[in-house]
């Protein structure tokens, strides 16, 4: 499928290219390889079910061990970016910052209260893939 492609049985192949969600992770707690795993399986399961996407679509990046001050304080906290063509609005959304706020405070004692989440729904030329754009 080439993303020129629009004959009518490409239509719905061409749906799938959409939501192309990414999940960018931040915090502060130092992450042993073994949760990182967890971390990242479960935050893939959790993107693909909610945004409604396959999981070989979902990126998840986790960055530990960055220096993060929130609210005055080094206490543990994450930041969290999450791109998507399409497919976000205030229910998605809603259920992926809890859903991924669970995430840390199971894996990584992260207080919910200690993490922001921004939505970014991205254009389809802004975002590339296999050496092109969606």
């Known amino acids: 499928l080439t993303r020129f492609a629009t004959g009518f049985g490409c239509r719905k192949k061409e749906k799938l290219f959409k939501k192309m969600p990414t999940l960018n992770l931040?915090?502060?707690?130092?992450?042993?390889?073994?949760?990182?795993?967890?971390?990242?399986?479960?935050?893939?399961?959790?993107?693909?079910k909610i945004i409604g996407k396959p999981e070989s679509y979902v990126m998840i990046l986790l960055n530990s061990g960055v220096p993060i001050a929130f609210a005055g304080t080094e206490e543990p906290a994450a930041y969290g970016e999450l791109i998507s063509i399409g497919g976000l609005g205030p229910g998605v959304n809603g259920k992926l910052s809890e859903t991924i706020s669970e995430i840390l405070q199971i894996k990584l004692s992260i207080d919910s209260s200690r993490f922001y989440i921004k939505f970014y729904d991205s254009p389809r030329p802004f975002f590339g893939f296999n050496g092109s754009t969606f």
Do not use: H, Q, W
Not at 27 to 39: R, Y
């Open 26 to 48: 931040f915090t502060n707690i130092p992450v042993d390889a073994v949760t990182c795993s967890d971390i990242l399986k479960d935050a893939t399961k959790a993107v693909a």
